[in-house]
């Protein structure tokens, strides 16, 4: 492929993508394929001669889109949102064409020295404590890691590392594989499923500590826990909390883990991948008090902030732990710059040695979006969520699990689980929306996320209109009398909720 044609091939992806997502409620959210069906529509060996690009952008109709789950139709309300955003789209276009790798800050100094400008300009956005600036005195700082599951394992291990370092110089009289065997952590049973994976990756045990009716962890339960350990001669080294439990969006209390950790010595990490966002907007911030007592903190733009996966935000209050933890020199790898504050070798901070230029896409998108509009964007999700809420709790037929928590609302139809369960199976089959379920103190219910490129009002009345007609279906043929259809009732009182606050305009 010479550069011309690549110009009309890219030309001809982009207005694949603008047409896609220009159109993407006239597709089925789930995709109708079943398990090995595109095997069968492939080759099994690489093709020997070169093929017409056009051949394959129109097997991308053929045999992709059947298979593609259309995360970015305001008609998918499972799991939390992934953002995109068309300036984060073309983000990742430019970082692709520049083909970089910025493991040390000379293997591109513009992509280091702009993580590092961006990460300040986020922390000061979310109103984080200073010290886990890059531009605070201390050694603090930010970092992009590629997701939350990489922020909470890099997390785990410096923690680790940092806590044998410790022991090895308070007991000398322990060896280093006595210490590493008596290691232990805490989280709570609400937390999310990339924590325990941690553990065992970092093979640290994690108690999932039971969580109260809220799906908050509170000091109490997290203190007995650690006061037991420690008697049978075990070492805590951290703690991971969440603001935004996956499965109810619940937010552990700071103000109590906190002082806890302190008195215990014990690394404390706060997970805030879906409603860390929220924390630009100054009046959502009050579930999240107490960050001040973090050690760490992640929070994904790929969910909530408009930039594409993968992206996540990580901070430390000390950066050097990442480095004593984690470095490991060779001779090819080493430059005149070394040790530079505002040139650190991110390298140092991750996982793997190779990293994407992340920070281009989300410099893109703050610059073109601007804060005023990541922060109505937010707003307008909240406010799509409360209206879908407003729609539950006027229907006598279901009943809100837990309060609904920033774009989340989990509810469930009255009487038995089996009820529910029938429902989601049927909405689940039909396509049309696709919510997951959870359970929550016992009872199966149904998670109700906006999510979506730009969710609208209408989508709300879509995605009720078909879970209220399902369950009149449903409930008629259980014989159970059908209640009165609200939404109709409803719809007028909404019908003007949303403000012109928010400028859709703006975000294309
Ligand atoms: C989504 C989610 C994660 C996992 O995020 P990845 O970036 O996919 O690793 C972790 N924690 C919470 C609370 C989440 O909601």
Redesign the pocket.
């Known amino acids: 492929m010479d550069v011309n044609q690549f110009r009309e091939f890219a030309r001809s992806a982009v207005d694949f993508v603008a047409d896609y997502l220009e159109n993407i409620r006239d597709r089925p959210v789930l995709p109708s394929v079943e398990p090995g069906y595109l095997h069968k529509l492939l080759p099994e060996v690489v093709p020997e001669q070169p093929e017409q690009w056009q051949d394959v952008m129109k097997d991308i109709e053929r045999v992709i889109m059947p298979g593609i789950t259309n995360w970015q139709s305001p008609n998918f309300h499972a799991?939390?949102p992934t953002a995109t955003s068309f300036p984060s789209i073309v983000g990742e276009m430019i970082t692709s064409g520049l083909g970089i790798i910025g493991f040390s800050w000379i293997c591109s100094p513009a992509c280091t020295e702009l993580e590092v400008v961006l990460m300040d300009w986020l922390g000061k956005f979310l109103d984080l404590p200073p010290s886990f600036l890059n531009c605070s005195e201390g050694p603090g700082g930010g970092v992009i890691q590629?997701?939350?599951?990489?922020?909470?394992l890099v997390a785990v291990l410096a923690a680790r590392e940092q806590t044998v370092r410790r022991m090895k110089l308070d007991h000398p009289e322990m060896t280093e594989s006595e210490i590493r065997g008596k290691l232990v952590s805490y989280s709570s049973d609400q937390?999310?499923?990339?924590?325990e994976k941690a553990g065992l990756l970092a093979a640290v045990p994690i108690r999932l500590i039971k969580a109260d009716e809220n799906g908050s962890l509170r000091g109490e339960t997290l203190e007995a826990a650690i006061l037991a350990d420690i008697q049978s001669g075990l070492i805590p080294i951290i703690c991971i909390a969440?603001?935004?439990?996956?499965g109810t969006c619940a937010f552990d209390k700071m103000d109590e883990l906190g002082p806890i950790c302190k008195k215990y010595n014990i690394w404390l990490h706060i997970?805030?991948?879906?409603?860390g966002a929220a924390l630009c907007c100054p009046e959502l911030r009050s579930s999240m008090n107490g960050i001040d007592w973090a050690d760490s903190f992640n929070f994904?733009l790929?969910?909530w902030m408009m930039v594409n996966?993968?992206c996540?935000a990580m901070w430390l209050k000390n950066a050097d732990t990442l480095v004593e933890a984690f470095s490991v020199d060779r001779i090819y790898l080493s430059h005149q710059f070394q040790g530079e504050s505002k040139a650190p070798d991110y390298r140092h901070w991750q996982i793997p040695l190779g990293r994407r230029f992340r920070a281009l896409k989300v410099w893109i998108v703050l610059r073109t979006i601007g804060a005023e509009n990541i922060r109505n964007n937010i707003r307008k999700q909240i406010k799509l969520a409360e209206m879908f809420e407003n729609y539950v709790r006027a229907d006598d037929r279901f009943e809100i699990v837990s309060a609904r928590s920033m774009g989340l609302v989990c509810f469930r139809l009255k009487g038995d689980c089996s009820l529910t369960r029938q429902l989601l199976e049927k909405i689940t089959e039909r396509k049309k929306i696709y919510m997951i379920q959870a359970t929550c103190n016992g009872k199966l219910m149904m998670r109700f996320v906006v999510a979506g490129l730009d969710p609208k009002e209408s989508d709300v009345v879509f995605a009720w209109n078909e879970i209220a007609g399902e369950s009149r279906k449903l409930l008629e043929s259980t014989k159970i009398a059908p209640a009165e259809d609200v939404l109709t009732k409803l719809t007028n009182n909404f019908a003007t909720t949303l403000t012109t606050a928010f400028h859709e305009e703006k975000l294309k």
């Open positions: 799991y939390y590629g997701s939350a599951s990489e922020a909470i937390s999310n499923s990339c924590v969440t603001f935004g439990t996956t997970d805030a991948a879906y409603a994904n790929h969910k996966f993968d996540c």
